[in-house]
């Protein structure tokens, strides 16, 4: 079972920011956060990972609660091509050859961005 | 190109074929995974590999079957004991023990 809790769908008009929540209470403190999207009928594509501390890319920035408990995933100007499906998963670290190292996808969230 | 190529991108099978899949990839990637996608679903894992000679069970590997003779190649066979072929397969490769995964394009298998 997944265990990330993500909102089924999201609007968000083209230009604003786009601000994913997921929660994963029950995260372990060697467990990261992954946000992986998915456009239709492609591969998934990986955007970004942290453990506690926010973390920033060319993509994304993903911000992390203190407890971990949660996160939100943010694409400052979305876009028409940020349309997708995003999946939020955590995951052990560095997990060779184990089962707990693979990466479990939910159903995530549909964004759908407007013009 | 680098990157990871899974043909053929469309296929069509009578039912109680076998069926096999191919995931070529050149990123000199360890690991390699096979995954299902069934329409409005998730991603489930079917089998992955760490490394050569080896791979294991994901979660839903009933009906599949895999070999990882070399580095490149992981290819998927779909048996006719998998009871819903029909779907979404996509292959992924990674550095051994990281989380980025690199996904290909993904086949799409149909049973008739």
């Known amino acids: 079972d997944a265990k990330t809790t993500q909102p089924p769908s999201m609007d968000c008009a083209e230009g604003r920011a786009a601000n994913l929540p997921c929660n994963h209470s029950?995260?372990?403190?060697?467990?990261?956060v992954y946000w992986y999207r998915q456009i239709h009928s492609q591969g998934p594509q990986y955007i970004i990972h942290?453990?506690?501390n926010n973390e920033t890319n060319e993509m994304a920035s993903l911000i992390i609660t203190e407890d971990r408990k949660s996160s939100t995933l943010i694409l400052p100007h979305a876009t028409l091509r940020d349309t997708a499906v995003y999946y939020c998963?955590?995951?052990?670290?560095?997990?060779?050859?184990?089962?707990?190292?693979?990466?479990?996808f939910g159903k995530g969230t549909k964004l759908s961005v407007k013009p | 190109d680098g990157g990871i190529t899974q043909s053929p991108k469309y296929l069509f099978r009578k039912e109680g074929q076998n069926v096999t899949l191919s995931c070529e990839q050149n990123?000199?990637?360890?690991?390699m995974y096979w995954y299902r996608q069934d329409p409005g679903q998730g991603l489930r894992l079917i089998y992955y590999?760490?490394?050569?000679?080896?791979?294991q069970k994901g979660d839903i590997a009933e009906g599949y079957s895999v070999s990882r003779e070399k580095k490149e190649s992981f290819p998927l066979t779909v048996t006719s004991a998998q009871k819903n072929p029909t779907a979404f397969y996509l292959c992924?490769?990674?550095?051994?023990?990281?989380?980025?995964?690199?996904f290909g394009e993904g086949s799409r298998l149909t049973v008739l």
């Open positions: 992924a490769t990674s550095v051994r023990g990281s989380g980025e995964l690199f």
């Open positions: 990123l000199n990637h360890d690991a």
């Open positions: 998963i955590v995951r052990v670290a560095g997990n060779y050859g184990g089962s707990q190292g693979n990466l479990i």
């Open positions: 029950t995260i372990s403190g060697n467990e990261y």
């Open positions: 942290g453990l506690k």
């Open positions: 590999s760490q490394i050569v000679n080896d791979f």
